[in-house]
């Protein structure tokens, strides 16, 4: 599973992005749950979980500061 490219992210909508990162935060926290239970059979997805998450965000930032300026 490749890492996630921030062009999918910035095709998305604003309410599409802000429903995607509420799922990417409770995705983050199912693999936390399971990591504490010693349930999580693949490690690897906190990374590809976090990254997500600051793509999710960065683009999140992005169209508030050019709210801003506009």
């Known amino acids: 599973m490749p890492l996630p490219k921030i062009e999918e992210a910035r095709n998305l909508g604003d309410q599409e992005l802000a429903d995607q990162i509420v799922a990417v935060k409770k995705q983050l926290f199912t693999l ?39």
């Open 32 to 70: 936390r749950m399971q990591k504490g239970t010693r349930q999580l059979e693949k490690p690897h997805l906190f990374k590809h979980t976090r990254h997500q998450l600051s793509q999710l965000l960065t683009v999140e930032r992005e169209r508030q500061l050019k709210k801003t300026e506009d």
